[in-house]
């Protein structure tokens, strides 16, 4: 149980920083093609075509992460759901034993509720 909330807690620490990262690269690189651009250091044509490489890594990157993400969150709720049959199971089993002993307990009652009465 510690291990799979331990990955729970690493899964969302790494998609706080995911979305740091996607909510910061974009700034950071149109102000930094700007300057390139505004002082003439590089063309465009360079700006857009590192733009793309930049957005075409970080997708693949990303893409693979989702696809870890989804792969480890499956694999969790497998392990639940094999823990919440047994202990579904350990319920049936206490539920029965419980039944019997009260059974057994009114039985016994009754047989002394007749010896009082003889």
């Not at 063309?43 to 696809?67: E, G, Q």
């Not at 319920?91 to 047989?111: G, Q, W």
């Amino acid at each position: 149980m510690e291990n799979a909330e331990k990955k729970i807690q690493e899964t969302i620490s790494e998609s706080n920083k995911w979305m740091i990262f996607g909510a910061l690269s974009p700034v950071f690189f149109l102000l930094l093609f700007g300057i390139l651009f505004y002082f003439n250091i590089v063309d465009i044509t360079y700006i857009v075509y590192v733009a793309v490489a930049f957005a075409i890594v970080i997708c693949f990157v990303w893409w693979f992460w989702a696809l870890k993400v989804i792969v480890e969150m499956s694999e969790l709720n497998l392990q639940a759901n094999k823990d919440l049959t047994e202990m579904r199971e350990d319920v049936k089993i206490i539920a029965h034993e419980v039944r019997e002993s009260t059974r057994d307990l009114f039985v016994l009652l009754d047989a002394v509720e007749k010896n009082r009465k003889k």
